[in-house]
């Protein structure tokens, strides 16, 4: 069966939330990740289109993922990487997927696939960004309410460290989780970014990625709010595929990028011809709070 049945629906949606998974042997983390979604569907009504990436797994995650999709009844869209790619990759396949089959109303969520991220949480992050008329939401570990349980210390300290030194040196407004790859962006906004940078928007091939977009859509003074999250490291079924000394080396060559950048940009103005970015909300129904 082709996976693209799996994502059609016969009756009509307003607008749909996208919520791509970029995936590399998470085989193990599928089943409790889906029942997650299943359950946030069943919660708020909203129509939830998952896109999976299987950046060149070599376990059984693209199976399972469609497996669970059908049993649960959650739409996916599965796409695969013949080899491992790096997230960088995984997330501008995600991100050109979501381009390609979504409505100018839609929006679309990224979040690991390794179970860690709370799903629900994009309820608060939906609604906050539709409130306040926001660009991107960003689920935060430096706000408050927010907590990390079980993560070791070192990797709480490099993230922390990280969120200080951009906070000081390359400041983006609204932000102060820069390494935090579960955000939620409203497509007006991505499709301005895709361009603006055009094959250049992804140009990291690891962790360090997310710090480098968001670094690019400074360029076009985005609205940016962060929502206070639980990360739950305890829930992950399998070790950490970041690798520390790279992941540290390409955030301080990044960080030293953006110091020594002439910062040149073109006329936005002019360009987008200022347009409001359209917001439809979701169909919520008797959404319970």
């Not at 939830?48 to 693209?62: C, E, F, H, M, N």
């Not at 079980?150 to 906070?167: D, E, H, K, N, V």
């Amino acid at each position: 069966m082709s996976n693209d049945i799996l994502f059609s629906k016969s009756h009509e949606v307003f607008m749909s939330l996208f919520v791509l998974l970029p995936a590399y042997n998470e085989q193990e983390s599928i089943r409790p990740l889906f029942k997650k979604f299943q359950i946030l569907q069943q919660i708020s009504n909203m129509e939830i289109r998952l896109i999976l990436v299987d950046d060149g797994s070599s376990d059984a995650t693209a199976q399972t993922a469609l497996e669970e999709s059908q049993s649960l009844g959650i739409l996916l869209k599965l796409v695969q990487h013949p080899k491992n790619a790096g997230l960088g990759q995984a997330i501008k396949t995600g991100f050109t997927t979501f381009l390609e089959v979504s409505k100018e109303s839609d929006f679309l969520a990224a979040m690991d696939c390794d179970n860690t991220q709370p799903p629900e949480l994009l309820i608060k992050m939906y609604d906050t960004m539709i409130a306040g008329s926001y660009d991107i939401a960003i689920a935060s570990r430096y706000r408050k309410g927010s907590k990390v349980i079980g993560l070791s210390t070192f990797r709480q300290i490099m993230s922390y460290g990280a969120s200080w030194l951009f906070r000081i040196a390359a400041r983006v407004p609204g932000v102060r989780d820069y390494t935090c790859g579960y955000r939620l962006y409203n497509r007006t906004f991505l499709s301005k970014l895709d361009m603006y940078y055009g094959d250049n928007l992804f140009t990291e091939s690891g962790f360090a990625c997310m710090i480098d977009l968001l670094l690019k859509a400074k360029v076009l003074k985005p609205k940016i709010v962060e929502i206070p999250m639980v990360l739950r490291y305890d829930q992950k079924p399998t070790a950490s595929k970041m690798k520390i000394i790279k992941t540290i080396t390409r955030t301080l060559k990044l960080l030293f990028k953006n110091l020594l950048s002439t910062g040149q940009i073109t006329n936005l103005g002019q360009t987008f011809n200022e347009q409001e970015t359209t917001r439809i909300p979701l169909k919520m129904g008797n959404r319970s709070k």
